[in-house]
């Protein structure tokens, strides 16, 4: 596997097309960052880090779906930057998701954060992905 960022949104992607309550994911610290975003922001239930002696780990992440209709928190999840071609920015030029409404996840000197949190501490990095 050549890009496991791309793997996590896909995963995750493909689960809330099915439908599916909980998704399960091989674990590693980036993508142990991004489901905390995801679940502060309030696109996830919850999740668990489940740490094995032989195995890497996996993460479970329970979706959350809206009780009326069914659709999910989760409109969209786009990968920006990827392996053959990395997308940075400074901290003049952080992207908006949705005119604010939704989020890019950055990783930054400070750790991966949101793009609110990098315009606060006036870092920039590199794009990961945009979630709305």
Request: hydrophobic fraction near 35%.
């Amino acid at each position: 596997m050549t890009d496991p960022i791309a793997d996590f949104l896909t995963r995750l992607r493909n689960a809330i097309k099915a439908k599916h309550k909980v998704v399960e994911i091989p674990a590693s610290n980036i993508k142990k960052e991004i489901t905390k975003i995801l679940k502060e922001k309030g696109y996830i239930l919850n999740y668990k880090f489940e740490d094995e002696v032989n195995y890497q780990g996996s993460i479970k992440i329970a979706l959350k779906y809206h009780a009326a209709d069914g659709t999910s928190a989760i409109k969209s999840l786009t990968r920006a930057s990827k392996p053959g071609l990395r997308k940075y920015c400074d901290t003049d030029k952080i992207p908006r998701v949705l005119n604010g409404l939704g989020v890019a996840i950055i990783s930054t000197s400070k750790g991966v954060i949101t793009d609110k949190e990098a315009k606060a501490l006036n870092v920039g990095g590199e794009v990961l992905c945009y979630v709305y």
